[in-house]
């Protein structure tokens, strides 16, 4: 591959993986790593490295001042605006394993913060479990173990996760598993299991049940996305689809039947 092509698609790797481009952005970038092992390499490194964050890392909430003041300084030190703005993930500072674009270093650390800060916002589980799988939809994102099989999903948790996630597979009623990843929500690592429905995807995320997490409405909607909570065997379920509310039910009500 061109050297001036890989440095390009270096930098929409990173914002790939952190979920910045359009769909033909991200369409691109998948042509390109077809044919660029270099860029490949990449691209798992920097999805190694965000899973061991979630996984690792703790998650703690800004207080509001924070925030505030956080929002304040980006807005003071955000250049005018001109005829031809760069792309959204050309104007964002890297976090990843490549070169940092030349960027302001006090606004490079504003923009972190506020980045950190503002996604998921409201605060309560169902942004973040609506915001996570929207994330997971961006290419790459979706699954760590890619499988039809409940048998090699559910083994696949064992040693990653410190509880055994229920697999259930719902082929014969329309709704197939279609594999499962992890991720982190509520402050700890959760098994996010993966389901179809024709061109429709299901992340239904698990993790044991402490009180806490079970709080919030059933059901709901955030962002043209639905959401179905409960809570059976000692564990927590959300499910969140682009569904209609009604099929996404229907799933729920397999899966609590199942």
Known sequence: MNDDTCAEMRLLVQADVDGELS????????????????????????????????????????????????????AAAAQPANDNPLPRWRRLPRLGLGPMLPIGGGFAVAACLALLLLVPRGGGLPEAVVSDHIRALQPGHLMDVVSTDQHTVKPWFDGRLDF?????????????????????LAGRPVAALIYQRRQHLIDVYVWPDDGRSGRGPDSGSRSGYNFVHWSEGGMTFWAVSDLGAGELEDFVRLWRAG
């Open 164 to 184: 055994a996630p229920p697999v259930k597979d719902f082929k014969a009623e329309g709704f197939p598993l279609a594999g499962g990843r992890l991720d982190y």
């Open 23 to 74: 769909p033909r952005e991200a369409a691109a970038v998948a042509v390109h790593l077809d044919h660029c092992p270099s860029c490949a390499t990449l691209q798992a490194q920097l999805i190694g490295l965000s899973g061991r964050i979630r996984q690792e890392v703790p998650y703690h909430k800004a207080p509001d001042s924070l925030r505030a003041a956080v929002l304040s300084r980006v």
